[in-house]
């Protein structure tokens, strides 16, 4: 996700959960393909797998770009 004045927030999502079991809001990103990353806590996961979502938006719609990965959770 690039842009000139990009505000990327961060989800952590589980299946057996039907809200985020972590956040981080608000990264300033912008330039042409410029990297980014951030840090996001979360706690109380009881699925193998996660996903993460990035989004950013506000200009036209709430949405306008997203990204979502899956990874796996691993305790101990």
């Given at each position: 996700m690039t842009g000139?004045?990009?505000?990327?927030s961060v989800t952590v999502h589980q299946?057996?959960?039907s809200t985020a079991?972590?956040?981080f809001c608000c990264l300033p990103a912008g330039g042409a393909a410029?990297?980014?990353s951030?840090?996001?806590?979360?706690?109380?996961e009881t699925?193998?797998?996660l996903t993460v979502a990035a989004a950013t938006g506000?200009?036209?719609q709430t949405v306008e770009r997203f990204t979502i990965?899956?990874?796996h959770s691993v305790t101990g």
């Open positions: 000139v004045d990009e505000s990327i299946d057996t959960s079991i972590g956040s410029a990297p980014w951030a840090m996001v806590s979360f706690a109380g699925a193998p797998v506000g200009h036209v990965t899956g990874v």
